[in-house]
């Protein structure tokens, strides 16, 4: 979620490859921004959270794209998380439905990480930590079927790379403490995953010539994703 104007962020991502186009939409809290015309990334759903778009490239076939941004701990406790986690699901399979196919992908700050009960029970997200798993496409709980996401950030915590440990750092003098979470997420159908590599995820930490960490190493909680090449700096959240 961006206090920035659309034209503002469009200025500053295009300021040094212009590149860039604005997918415009409905809900006022999630803009979209592609390296194709927006007119190829179409609305389906929006509310205020939640932006899934219809991705209709030439010769390809069509992708459902799907932004969101939870609500915060701050303010939502986890069993409303969880809840919420229910409901986006649901939302998700309808709109599957419609399209025809389950080729998505969700991007976005789920305000979880990827261990909680929200992400992985099967009412939920249902977001699986390896492809062996999630390639088997759904399982079933009590005579129903729940689909799989594949969630490649569990790879992402820690030492496992030299990038940071994680998108959020926060420190507080409680007995059970994370230092490193990982809340900015990417999920993916088993259907997409062979589209996926893994070598080309990773956790930016800098934008430009903007470092997104201290110089101890903890982060400021506005880490970004990217597949493929780092991206020019991108407006504060």
């Known amino acids: 979620m961006c206090n920035r104007s659309q034209g503002s962020s469009l200025k500053v991502l295009n300021r040094h490859d212009p590149a860039f186009h604005f997918a415009p939409g409905q809900n006022r809290g999630i803009s979209m921004f592609t390296r194709f015309p927006g ?3 179409a609305p389906s759903y929006e509310s205020d959270r939640v932006s899934i778009r219809r991705l209709t490239l030439p010769a390809i076939d069509e992708l459902l794209m799907v932004a969101v941004h939870l609500p915060s701990k701050l303010f939502w406790s986890d069993e409303s998380q969880m809840f919420e986690c229910a409901n986006l699901a649901n939302t998700i399979i309808e709109e599957e439905r419609k399209a025809g196919h389950s080729r998505t992908i969700l991007v976005g700050d789920l305000n979880m990480n990827p261990f909680e009960k929200g992400v992985v029970a099967a009412a939920g997200l249902h977001a699986v930590s390896t492809r062996r798993v999630a390639q088997r496409s759904e399982r079933t709980v009590q005579g129903r079927s729940y689909p799989f ?3 490649p950030m569990w790879g992402h915590f820690g030492d496992a790379s030299e990038r940071p440990a994680g998108t959020y750092y926060y420190e507080r003098a409680e007995h059970v403490n ?3 979470n990982n809340f900015d997420q990417i999920l993916i159908r088993p259907q997409m995953m062979d589209h996926f590599r893994s ?8 934008a430009g010539e903007m470092s997104l960490s201290r110089s101890d190493g903890s982060g400021r909680g506005d880490y970004a994703l990217t597949i493929g090449e780092p991206i020019p700096p991108r ?3």
């Open 39 to 41: 007119r190829y990334l």
């Open 149 to 151: 996401f594949y969630n």
């Open 178 to 180: 994370y230092f490193w």
């Open 199 to 206: 070598d080309q995820l990773r956790i930016l930490d800098y």
């Open 235 to 237: 407006p504060a959240y």
